[in-house]
């Protein structure tokens, strides 16, 4: 895809993205910070249709977004003391390093790496994909359904309180 469209709505989606993600780090409410998290992940969807993959960027929509995004928010909304902001954290010069190491891996990986295009249609279709997912791939997938499933399940346990359940009264 050429053109100035195409530039245009790489540049947006860059800024959109990017600045999304810088959202989720700066948020304070828990809340927020998985909104930023479900926006950061509409653009990365964005970016695959630019690059014209458009069963990747619903298979992004639908399992990021649908899925583990939803599932997080539910996480944060179930869990106790969620309303309460992020405070500060004696974590924060670890994880300024470690930020600063992966910063440094992905520009030396930026300026190491060959750009150079692929010039042969991937050799897979989508019907092979979908035949693959639907074969070879379903028991990943059933087990990662059943993982987030008890993780849901996990996190309403956690929330419930013994004291607010009254046994029924036999009658």
């Not at 809340?31 to 990365?44: E, Y």
């Not at 969807?45 to 399992?63: K, T």
């Not at 600063?100 to 010039?119: E, K, M, N, R």
Request: net charge negative.
């Amino acid at each position: 895809m050429d053109g100035v469209g195409v530039n245009i709505a790489f540049w947006v989606l860059a800024v959109v993205t990017i600045g999304a993600a810088l959202g989720v780090m700066a948020a304070r409410n828990l809340l927020h910070a998985v909104l930023f998290l479900i926006l950061t992940f509409i653009g990365v969807a964005g970016f695959f249709l630019l690059l014209s993959a458009e069963f990747l960027a619903m298979a992004q929509i639908i399992i990021y977004v649908g899925a583990i995004a939803v599932l997080v928010l539910f996480a944060v909304m179930l869990t106790p003391h969620a309303g309460q902001s992020n405070s500060e954290t004696k974590m924060a010069l670890p994880a300024g390093l470690l930020a600063l190491c992966l910063a440094a891996i992905f520009v030396f990986v930026l300026t190491d790496t060959d750009w150079s295009s692929v010039g042969s249609a991937p050799s897979v279709g989508v019907t092979g994909l979908g035949d693959a997912l639907l074969s070879t791939w379903v028991l990943p997938f059933e087990m990662a359904s059943v993982l987030l499933t008890a993780a849901l399940v996990g996190a309403i346990m956690l929330t419930r309180n013994p004291e607010d359940e009254t046994p029924e009264a036999d009658a």
